[in-house]
């Protein structure tokens, strides 16, 4: 299973109309359909939930240790709305939910790195901010 954490946000915003929530389902949707999988082998949550509000659901803490009971042993986790890692992605997810998931009897737990300053990603992201000059700046 691949499970994509996104930054959560208060639920309040996705009340108001925010549409953040609906894109990262929508990309990790995209993902699933990208790899040809279907049903739940790809899987959405959201981390970094604090302040005594509720936040977009579901919390990838709940989910983390939900999933050994469930059958599902081993996992990958991506962050997809992270263009680099950082104490957040790093501390929290790499490190702490790689323990939970092993304390609830997980087995295999894979954290993919984000982006970062590969090659490629620097050229992405120079492709990505042209587009949106061209017009703004001369060639």
């Not at 990208?34 to 005594?52: I, K, Y």
């Not at 680099?84 to 737990?109: P, R």
């Not at 790195?113 to 042209?130: F, K």
Request: hydrophobic residues 40%; contains cysteine; proline residues 5%.
């Amino acid at each position: 299973m691949i499970l994509t954490s996104f930054h959560g946000l208060p639920k309040r915003y996705l009340d108001a109309g925010d549409p953040y929530h609906c894109e990262c389902a929508q990309t990790s949707r995209l993902i699933a359909a990208e790899l040809g999988w279907t049903g739940d082998r790809v899987r959405l949550a959201f981390q970094s939930r604090f302040v005594r509000e509720e936040w977009l659901k579901p919390y990838i803490q709940e989910v983390i240790t939900e999933l050994p009971s469930q059958g599902i042993k081993k996992i990958a986790i991506i962050s997809p709305g992270f263009i680099s890692d950082c104490v957040e992605t790093l501390e929290e997810v790499a490190i702490g939910l790689k323990e939970s998931f092993l304390e609830a009897g997980g087995e295999k737990f894979t954290y993919v790195p984000c982006l970062n300053s590969s090659e490629e990603s620097i050229d992405l992201l120079q492709e990505l901010v042209l587009k949106e000059l061209r017009g703004w700046i001369p060639e």
